[in-house]
């Protein structure tokens, strides 16, 4: 929850619901992040801004997946699989609204066509974790 910032929650959406409000967004999806991404895009999401520390390389056959990472030694070890590095904010290099402008261009130049490294390689992974949640 704490990557999701500061702004009030407009809505809490089930597993591959579309959402009905603007603003910041919650979706109950599983914890496995293949499966998370493939609820956000059943639910309409056009390009997903994937944030990780670990760096799952996943992509998705439908949305471009953006992966980003602020783990300096994530972004280095795993270069290939990383679309963006905010780890310049973690060292006090730059702020996160120089970084978030910087990214915003990233976004504006995926959505008119470059692909993301999960394209650029060919991943694209799908999973449903549940289909009916009952004990």
């Known amino acids: 929850m704490r ?9 809490v959406l089930e597993q591959a619901e579309r959402p009905t409000e603007h603003g910041a967004l919650v979706m109950d999806t ?3 992040d293949i499966s998370s991404v493939t609820s956000m895009v059943a639910g309409g999401c056009q390009l997903v801004i994937f944030t ?6 996943t992509g998705n ?4 997946v953006m992966k980003v990472t602020a783990n300096e030694r994530t972004y280095q070890h795993m270069e290939d699989n990383m679309d963006y590095d905010l780890s310049p904010i973690v060292r006090g ?3 996160a609204a120089e970084m978030g402008a910087a990214m915003l261009d ?3 130049a995926i959505c008119n066509g470059k692909l993301t490294k999960a394209e650029a390689y060919g991943f694209s992974d ?10």
């Open 3 to 11: 990557k999701g910032g500061t702004r009030p929650i407009r809505e």
């Open 30 to 32: 599983a914890g496995y």
């Open 52 to 57: 990780t520390g670990r760096g799952t390389p």
């Open 61 to 64: 056959a439908i949305a471009p």
């Open 93 to 95: 290099e730059q702020t």
């Open 106 to 108: 990233e976004i504006v």
């Open 126 to 135: 799908i999973a449903v974790d549940h289909v009916c949640r009952f004990v």
